[in-house]
Nanobody
Framework: QVQLVESGGGLVQPGGSLRLSCVAS????????MGWFRQAPGKEREFVSS????????LYADSVRGRFTISRDNVKNTVYLQMNSLKPEDTAVYYC?????????????????WGQGTQVTVSS
């Protein structure tokens, strides 16, 4: 089984930055694509970004492209989400997820394991 633990969330002003981290244990992290999703109050969970197993290919939602950057360190079993130019609409609980396979994907049914989430609040 794969366990995922997110960290790095918090309160930030509009235009500010945060870096989220997700540490994986108990499985073959380096063979899995990883993803970030988010869920705002009263809304469905939505795709944010994903990265393939090697880190060579990345995918972003239109709403975050150009502002967020996903990366991974397979030695540390960690995936990151660098979040710049944050907007109030980025406020949500952010979840890390590990895919069934090696390729990045947008849909939630491609992901086998999920973290507990970390809160990101963007407000002045």
């Amino acid at each position: 089984q794969v366990q995922l633990v997110e960290s790095g969330g918090g309160l930030v002003q509009p235009g500010g930055s945060l870096r989220l981290s997700c540490v994986a244990s108990g499985g073959t992290f380096s063979t899995r694509a990883m993803g970030w999703f988010r869920q705002a109050p009263g809304k469905e969970r939505e795709f944010v970004s994903s990265i393939n197993s090697s880190g060579s290919t990345k995918l972003y939602a239109d709403s975050v492209r150009g502002r967020f950057t996903i990366s991974r360190d397979n030695v540390k079993n960690t995936v990151y989400l660098q979040m710049n130019s944050l907007k109030p609409e980025d406020t949500a609980v952010y979840y890390c997820a590990a895919a069934y396979g090696t390729s990045w994907a947008k849909l939630q049914n491609n992901y086998a394991y999920w973290g507990q989430g970390t809160q990101v609040t963007v407000s002045s």
